[in-house]
């Protein structure tokens, strides 16, 4: 298990420095000023200078490429003072550090993406089960008709609908916004319901789909027709054998969906008006801010990196039989 994890976390220092890389000199493709980008319309040449100097503009690419990847691991100085590991540079809008930008907006993106992932896996999970478990019956039926219908709306469908009946016209919630855990964990809650319930509808869809196939073809193994034949009780056997055998093959499609959950965090931010990282993501693109675009795809990929390293690991609890070292 200690070899596994750190061949894996290895990979992942090297998969992110080639990210890294491929960022950087592929925003240095764009045929513009970058000084001119982050002074503004209007902007002097004299100024111009003055930003490019300070930013580091007028050095070569590669020694802009080392100093951004070494500002990353022991920190930068720029015009507005220190910048400390990780430091992935200064925002062209704000003129803020990139990172103090990207950690402001992330506690709000972790809340969406992880209370979204808790309420579809327990509900994806729980209704495939119960399909698989009355396979046949109208209940198999009314569980997998709802899936294949939910799974064809879209958040920015369904999050309009959801508002306009739970808070423009019955009143029953406010608009979603975001208030600290630590604050008010109450609020908290409250406020970001909507945005679960809607985020997860569309993975809850998807999930109890899985979850019915991959329980329906566990409960053909030779195992667990052989511990029915030992007079074992239905209901044991589909939870000790049956069920553990499924999560293997949805924990694997579990993260190769993180990306898109994170994409769909991101659609849930603009539908419901959410200042996280997503939302921060677009802004900045539609602004030209290359230093902030920059360090939230670095931002997302180590998320993402660290998420399925997370997930490998998983695969020890879940199926003994796999071997990681």
């Not at 999930?207 to 029915?228: K, P």
């Not at 690991?313 to 039989?321: E, H, M």
Request: proline content about 4%; aromatic content about 12%.
């Amino acid at each position: 298990m200690l070899q596994f994890l750190i061949r894996r976390l290895t990979g992942a220092v090297v998969i992110m420095f080639l990210i890294g890389a491929f960022t950087f000199f592929l925003f240095y493709t764009i045929p513009q000023d970058f000084a001119e980008l982050a002074c503004g319309k209007n902007c002097s040449p004299e100024n111009i200078a003055v930003i490019r100097e300070n930013l580091g503009l007028d050095k070569p690419i590669a020694t802009q490429f080392w100093e951004f990847m070494g500002g990353i691991l022991t920190g930068r100085d720029f015009a507005q003072g220190h910048c400390s590991a990780p430091c992935l540079g200064v925002s062209f809008e704000s003129r803020e550090f990139v990172w103090d930008s990207i950690i402001d907006r992330f506690p709000l993106t972790l809340s969406l993406t992880a209370g979204g992932l808790v309420i579809f896996l327990i509900l994806g999970l729980g209704s495939g089960m119960l399909a698989a478990w009355k396979r046949g019956t109208a209940v198999d039926k009314a569980v997998s008709g709802a899936s294949m219908v939910l799974s064809s709306i879209q958040i920015y469908v369904l999050g309009p609908i959801v508002l306009g009946i739970l808070v423009y016209s019955t009143g029953w919630m406010e608009n979603p916004k975001y208030v600290p855990f630590l604050d008010d964990p109450a609020g908290w809650a409250v406020g970001m319901l909507i945005p679960w319930a809607v985020m997860a509808t569309i993975f809850t869809a998807q999930y109890t789909r899985m979850s019915r196939s991959t329980m329906i073809e566990q409960l053909q193994e030779e195992h667990v027709r052989t511990a029915r034949a030992k007079g074992m009780r239905q209901r044991y056997v589909f939870f000790r054998y049956a069920w553990r055998g499924s999560l293997t093959p949805i924990v694997t499609i579990l993260g190769m969906d993180l990306s898109a959950l994170l994409t769909g965090a991101v659609v849930t931010e603009f539908t419901f008006d959410l200042a996280g990282v997503g939302r921060l993501a677009v802004d900045s693109s539609l602004s030209k801010d290359l230093p902030l675009t920059m360090g939230v795809m670095l931002f997302g990929a180590f998320f993402i990196l660290i998420l399925n390293i997370i997930v490998d690991l998983t695969y020890a609890y879940i199926d003994p039989r796999v071997r990681l070292a």
